[in-house]
């Protein structure tokens, strides 16, 4: 199916006038009308608020176009099996098992591959060990912990960064707990230049750490957080990424 016609069949199976699901999702009528006619689609904003409102990925508002599969297991993903993070947002990254709340559940290359050939049994054509380890080690969850050395290494690496971030100093930016993996493309926002453009800074296809904050100033503006080994990035923004400010982008 098409994205026109998913967001149709979406829409009236909730019961949705075009008026009613413009209403939720902060655009006009004709807009939806204009999705459904296939004449435009959503924004990336706009279909992180339809994937909240309706329950689904985004990937399947688009109709599909990728073949989803655990970055950290190799499972291939169904919306039902996808990973939440905290504010119920999907990561179609990872499936539900392997990251949970934000955080993932193996740490250690063994151990999974230890899961997956129990997961197997005694099934003559499983993959051997050596197999299964050569297939994560060609997933992003793992190509982390391979770059870093290692489960305490890569553990280490994010105690320091949390420590960089909170020695900044930056007004208004509460102290940094947790770091979260996060697709490039969901955080890849696109900063306004001084001279009338827009850049991004990301690789939509990349993982990072990060998180999102709120300003300790109060309004509706938070603070969103995304690093890896090579620097750091803090900006602000309000709801739903709108009107983004690059506040500080460093190399480490």
Excluded at 126 to 149: F, H, R, S, V
Excluded at 160 to 183: F, S, T, W, Y
Aim: aromatic share 10%; hydrophobic share 35%.
């Amino acid at each position: 199916m098409e994205t026109k016609d998913i967001i149709f069949e979406l829409r009236t199976k909730a019961g949705l006038s075009q008026d009613a699901l413009a209403e939720k999702v902060f655009v006009t009528r004709q807009a939806v009308s204009r999705w459904e006619t296939g004449e435009t689609t959503p924004n990336t904003e706009t279909l992180k608020l339809l994937s909240g409102l309706f329950d689904v990925s985004i990937n399947t508002l688009l109709g599909s176009p990728r073949q989803l599969i655990c970055q950290c297991c190799g499972m291939p993903l169904e919306d039902i099996y996808i990973s939440k993070e905290e504010d119920g947002s999907f990561n179609e990254e990872y499936c539900k098992w392997c990251h949970t709340n934000g955080e993932f559940v193996y740490h250690n290359l063994d151990q999974m591959t230890h899961f997956l050939t129990e997961h197997f049994g005694n099934n003559p054509a499983a993959p051997t060990e050596d197999q299964l380890k050569e297939m994560l080690l060609n997933l992003d969850y793992w190509k982390q912990y391979i770059a870093l050395g290692g489960e305490d290494n890569f553990i280490e690496f994010k105690k320091k960064i949390i420590e960089e971030l909170n020695a900044l100093g930056i007004d208004g930016m509460p102290k940094v707990e947790k770091l979260h993996a996060l697709p490039g493309r969901y955080v890849n926002l696109a900063y306004p230049m001084p001279n009338g453009s827009s850049m991004t800074l990301l690789d939509d296809n990349q993982i990072y750490l990060g998180t999102e904050l709120e300003s300790e100033f109060g309004g509706e503006r938070c603070f969103g957080i995304v690093c890896n080994m090579q620097f750091l990035l803090v900006c602000t923004y309000e709801a739903n990424g709108e009107n983004p400010e690059l506040i500080l982008y460093k190399q480490r």
